[in-house]
């Protein structure tokens, strides 16, 4: 009798269950080489790249890092390859090994500070203070020293795990890494021309398109520079920009936009310290084109604390408009572009003693590139007025 093909299944031949076998393991093997590549090409972190450095430490800004210590500074964490989570305050993570550290500080302000401050105002009004108020006040002073003292261990010991909390096999890991090389690299010098002159031009163009903008909102001192400095800067651009703005440039501020909600805020910027200058508020419905747009806050934002007032909320947008390290939005002094800036940032900062400020060395770069400019032309005239003459020897033959 015979049997219909749906009654009993048919056995599957010895060549498709081969190519099955071995399409399996094909597919397999994309995975893992897959796999290999992406842990490779997420493994693969030079610590001597400055743009690399430059990324990691953009991270950083005024909501998300609020540890005011100079040995825990933006800078020093980017060079051992750490960058600041977007939005979880203060805490860090490796470029390379994606390892977490979760700093935790209390603010730089204390108590023994008011209290001397207090009491300095006390003695101008009242020399006599009562025993009591001797002791207690002595007490207070005490108790600070110590826990200013505890504090200046726990960033040292921040500072160590900088190093020792990446994983075993981590780049920023490795014995032989010199880190004063990779903070070398961020700093400015002659050899940095053809990357400097670039940004220079770049940025005082985009500075240029919106002169009215920033200059109808802020005042900014001319004489932090020396008039011969300021001289270089005029010859260099042929006197075609504003002296406000040829500061700028020179010190490395670059225009930004960022909203908070239904408001869009204009900052002057630095990538290299990630400092900002609030300018104030723009109209929503008007386009700055070129300006970079920072990543928008919602509004009202999340509250955080400030370093020196644990107790006062403020919202992100009122740490920005009012900060203690910001120009007040409505005052009317003239803003410093040198002293905005962090003391570390390349600038106005310098890797050794004997170096430059790094401003310095960007005029000493405009400097010699005006002269060569200068030289051209001649030869450009020289070599015109020599053809003219000969093409007039050639006439009178």
Partial sequence: MELNSGDVPLPESDFASTYRYKNKLRLQGHKIKRMVANRKSRGFCDPFDRDLLIQRMDTFNILNWTINDSRLTPLECATNGWKCHSKRRNELHCQDCHATILVRLSGSGGIGNSLLTSRIGNQTGDSHMSLLSNFLFESDLEEEEEEAEFRRALVASYVSRLHSDHYQECVWRADNLDLSLVKRQYYLHNYDMDRIIPQFGTSLRLLGMHQQVILGRKNFKKDIISESDMGILKNYTKRKYNSSLLLLALLGWELRQQRFGNRTLLLLGCKNCTRRILLGEFPSNL?????????????????????????????????????????????????????????????????????????????????????????????MQEEDHTFDDSMAQLRSI
């Fill in 287 to 379: 386009a700055l084109g070129g300006v970079k747009k920072l990543s928008s806050c919602n509004y009202p934002p999340s509250t955080v604390y400030n370093n020196e007032d644990g107790l006062h909320p403020k919202s992100s947008y009122e740490v920005i408009a009012s900060g203690d390290k910001w120009i007040d939005e409505f005052g009317d002094d003239e803003v410093n572009l040198i002293k905005e800036h962090e003391n570390w940032c390349c600038m106005v900062g310098r890797y050794s003693s004997s170096d430059l400020p790094g401003y310095k060395v960007v005029l000493q770069m405009l400097k010699s590139n005006t002269f060569i400019e200068d030289n051209d032309d001649q030869i």
